[in-house]
């Protein structure tokens, strides 16, 4: 049973920083690509960033240049860090992989930016 365990959310001022990891267990394959979503109160939860097993990183606009994502395929896992926060980045996040048809999310991780 692969599962997927978030860390690193918290309470940050504005233009704090902070670091999200995930890391992927129960399966000794790599899972194919790795991203966050995040859900405010009241709104949908949406793509942050995703990066494939080859490489390949895609970031929201709202977060380019802010945030970076960084896979680690020797340890499954993977880690976002969070640069010149915002208040519009409050949210639930949420890890988020695929191994072949396969999805998994885990179970969320508030960060919360106060102004």
């Given amino acids: 049973q692969v599962q997927l365990v978030e860390s690193g959310g918290g309470l940050v001022q504005a233009g704090g920083s902070l670091r999200l990891s995930c890391v992927a267990s129960g399966t000794r394959f790599l899972m194919h690509t790795m991203g966050w979503y995040r859900q405010a109160p009241g ?4 793509l942050v960033a995703f990066a494939t097993i080859g490489g390949t990183k895609n970031y929201a606009d ?3 240049g802010r945030f970076t994502l960084s896979r680690d395929n020797t340890k499954n896992s993977m880690s976002l860090q969070m640069t010149n926060l ?8 949420y890890c988020k992989a695929r191994l072949g048809s396969d999805y998994y999310w885990g179970q969320g991780t508030q960060v919360t930016v106060s102004s």
């Fill in 62 to 64: 709202s977060v380019k």
């Fill in 86 to 93: 915002e208040p519009e980045d409050t949210a639930v996040y």
């Fill in 43 to 46: 709104k949908q939860r949406d």
